[in-house]
């Protein structure tokens, strides 16, 4: 299988709640990224880090990877209505050729 | 705005015809291209890579002449779902990457809906 394991598979939390979800891979990665769906819709790319990095940051998200256990974290602070969607880690494999290979996902649903 | 497009957004067709779906990069060229599937309330997975001017590299598990993918430009590829079936409604979504700030990104289209009846 493609899919990596995503972690949770469904989460709902209220607004200005802290979101946090996991992914694992079991294959070298040059890079892993996140995205994010709404429903029925295409891909937003969120973030990107590298192997070489631990954590990052970008606005109310905060990316880590921890490459000896083969995981990552997607935290979202501070969570809005308009957060609600599915979440996508997605890995390459350690290839530079740009294919990618996507966890099962995460559906967050933000009550207001 | 969008930099990667699909047309046509969605499509129904029935059992046994062919339907093409273009994936094209706005503005900026790409030798390579990626096609995905996503059926509902899964993954994405991978089908192929498709290469400006040569053949298409396909991912284990997806038939060659079942999805026909045809690079014809810098900003174009094609994939044909051939003699569909109803088991090959899904959702078709093509990314192109781009280099951004020394950094490859991945842009994806819309994505393509296909129903078969």
């Known amino acids: 299988s493609q899919q990596g394991e995503e972690d949770p598979q469904a989460l709902s939390i209220q607004e200005g709640e802290n979101a946090t979800m996991n992914c694992s891979y079991k294959?070298?990665?040059?890079?892993l990224q996140w995205y994010r769906q709404n429903s029925g819709r295409g891909l937003v790319h969120l973030i990107l880090?590298?192997?070489?990095?631990r954590e990052k940051h970008s606005g109310r998200l905060r990316v880590t990877l921890d490459t000896s256990k083969k995981s990552s974290s997607l935290l979202i602070t501070a969570s809005r209505a308009a957060d609600t969607a599915s979440y996508f880690c997605?890995?390459?494999?350690?290839?530079?050729?740009?294919?990618?290979?996507f966890g099962r996902g995460t559906q967050l649903t933000v009550w207001p | 705005g969008a930099v990667v497009s699909q047309h046509p957004s969605w499509v129904i067709c029935k059992s046994g015809t062919s339907v093409k779906i273009e994936c094209r990069s706005l503005?900026?060229?790409?030798?390579?291209m990626f096609w995905y599937r996503q059926f509902p309330k899964q993954s994405l997975m991978l089908m192929a890579t498709?290469?400006?001017?040569?053949?298409?590299?396909?991912e284990q598990g997806v038939e060659k002449d079942k999805f026909l993918i045809n690079h014809a430009s810098l900003t174009l590829s094609t994939l044909t779902v051939t003699s569909a079936h109803p088991e090959d409604s899904s959702f078709y979504i093509c990314?192109?990457?781009?280099?951004?700030?020394?950094?490859?990104?991945?842009?994806f289209g819309p994505g393509t809906r296909l129903l078969v009846l």
């Open positions: 503005d900026f060229q790409a030798t390579t």
């Open positions: 294959t070298s990665i040059n890079n």
């Open positions: 498709s290469n400006e001017g040569s053949k298409a590299t396909y």
């Open positions: 880090i590298r192997s070489n990095e």
């Open positions: 990314s192109a990457p781009r280099w951004d700030s020394s950094q490859e990104t991945q842009y």
């Open positions: 997605a890995h390459d494999r350690g290839s530079t050729l740009g294919r990618l290979y």
